[in-house]
């Protein structure tokens, strides 16, 4: 039985890899470079093999359909399909973005430098909940939920910390 966290990780993950693999996907059609075309090939298929690795990990019935297009003839589908690839790689690049600012500013010496790039980084974060809101609007993903039992087990295994 998967724990809620294991659970939730993958489920942000599975998201992470469907809107970079598809924005890599689109990189692939416009590509002129043969090597970087492959590159590009070779990491669409680890990314699928690690999505259906965390797939089969969640006990998935239904198999992950990975076409290099979407063969959807309904344009109003294919626009949601498309949007909802490109939100949910807005949202890891700016989650990406914010880390990396973040991150580098933990290091940084001028006080200056440090503080524009703490700015930058929530501005990252600003933007990924906007990307997330829309997410959530279009269900375009599942956050998995605890259950009350789950929740009240927590809190009681750390009574003695918060009294």
Known sequence: MLKMTDTGLMAEHLVIHDGVMHRLMDNKLHVQDEKLREIISKQIDILKDHAV?????????????????????????????????????????ANALAKENYSHSTVMKNKGVKETHVRMAMDQLEIAKEYEKIIKENKWTVQPSSSSEERSQIVKNFKELIG
């Open 53 to 93: 690795t965390m797939s089969k990990m969640l006990g998935a019935e239904e198999s992950i359909n990975f076409d290099d297009k979407n063969t959807n003839t309904d344009k109003h589908a294919s626009t949601v399909y498309r949007d909802r690839h490109i939100a949910l790689d807005g949202m890891f690049t």
